[in-house]
Nanobody, 126 residues
């Protein structure tokens, strides 16, 4: 089993930056990829970015390219999502997730991830 806990969300103004964190605990026998997802109010959950277990590869949704940066610190069992130039449309609950095995779900489909955190709310408004 794997436990994921997100933090770092909050209320921010347009144009500001934010870093979300994902604390990973539990089964560390496999270096799992970590994905970040978001669910805007009234909308479906969508993939934002994914980073491989080694941290050497990362994938971004088209909507995330340029303003989102995914990273991880394997020594600290942490993953991060940096967002710059926040926009009101970035308002959402942000989740980190991991697949069951060691593969790399580049498609960013929620169905390919098995372990989920509880989410952290990011609200962007002036």
């Amino acid at each position: 089993q794997l436990q994921l806990v997100e933090s770092g969300g909050g209320f921010v103004q347009p144009g500001e930056s934010l870093q979300l964190s994902c604390a990973i605990s539990g089964d560390s026998s496999v270096a799992r990829a970590i994905g970040w997802f978001r669910q805007p109010p009234g909308k479906e959950r969508e993939g934002v970015a994914c980073i491989s277990g080694s941290g050497a590869s990362s994938t971004y949704a088209d909507s995330a390219k340029g303003r989102f940066t995914i990273s991880r610190d394997s020594a600290r069992n942490m993953a991060f999502l940096q967002i710059i130039s926040l926009k009101p449309e970035d308002t959402a609950v942000y989740y980190c997730a991991a697949p069951y095995g060691s593969w790399y779900p580049q498609s960013l489909k929620p169905s390919e991830f098995d372990f989920w955190g509880q989410g952290t709310l990011v609200t962007v408004a002036s």
